[in-house]
T-cell receptor, first 112, second 112 residues
Framework: DAKTTQPPSMDCAEGRAANLPCNHS???????VYWYRQIHSQGPQYIIH?????ETNEMASLIITEDRKSSTLILPHATLRDTAVYYC?????????????WGLGTSLAVNP | KAGVTQTPRYLIKTRGQQVTLSCSPI?????VSWYQQTPGQGLQFLFE???????NKGNFPGRFSGRQFSNSRSEMNVSTLELGDSALYLC???????????FGSGTQLSVL
């Protein structure tokens, strides 16, 4: 099973870009990388996902290395409301058996 | 469109009792998955239901069970509660399962 490794915590100044790294060195060719975040006392919230190419949406950008062994989630202009735990996850797909393997995530603190 | 609804929000039980948690997915979503979240373990996958059938299962004892009804609503049951079952139980729904998940706010279970 592909697993992910993330730093346990990071800090970022408000208004600056937050770059959250994730290592998934055992990822296989058909596995997607997903990012979620969890604000205290709430359920996780989907942010973005990708396979090979870089992706961007209204929330963030996802940069995946060419060998797909690591990725970076970029919040271009972090705000205090972006303070949360960010999870990088690899989607396992074996026929109908799909399950996300969650790590402990990165606790991002955005400071004023 | 209403989000994922979990009830109750908080629950206090004693050891040996059983508990039933409820999850109403987003309208049109056929997949419901359940997760246990504790501070030291992060999110642990319990099981996934799709069209009333359990499609995938995590590594939890048989005391943890679930079901899904024809309207896609799901329940999970924990029998013979143990202190270690104290956790936040999260439900997530998706259209087909495994892709973008939408989480509820969870049920915080305390076992005394």
């Amino acid at each position: 099973d592909a697993k992910t490794t993330q730093p346990p915590s990071m800090d970022c100044a408000e208004g600056r870009a937050a770059n959250l790294p994730c290592n998934h060195s055992t990822i296989s060719g058909n596995e997607y990388v997903y990012w979620y975040r969890q604000i205290h006392s709430q359920g996780p919230q989907y942010i973005i996902h990708g396979l090979k190419n870089n992706e961007t949406n209204e929330m963030a950008s996802l940069i995946i290395t060419e060998d797909r062994k690591s990725s970076t989630l970029i919040l271009p202009h972090a705000t205090l409301r972006d303070t949360a735990v960010y999870y990088c996850i690899v989607l396992l797909n074996a026929g109908n058996n799909r399950k996300l393997i969650w790590g402990l995530g990165t606790s991002l603190a955005v400071n004023p | 469109k209403a989000g994922v609804t979990q009830t109750p929000r908080y629950l206090i039980k004693t050891r040996g009792q059983q508990v039933t948690l409820s999850c109403s997915p987003i309208s049109g979503h056929r997949s419901v998955s359940w997760y246990q979240q504790t501070p030291g373990q992060g999110l642990q996958f319990l099981f996934e239901y799709f069209s009333e059938t359990q499609r995938n299962k995590g590594n939890f004892p048989g005391r943890f069970s679930g079901r899904q009804f024809s309207n896609s609503r799901s329940e999970m049951n924990v029998s013979t509660l143990e202190l270690g079952d104290s956790a936040l139980y999260l439900c997530a729904s998706s259209l087909q399962g495994g892709e973008k998940l939408f989480f509820g706010s969870g049920t915080q279970l305390s076992v005394l």
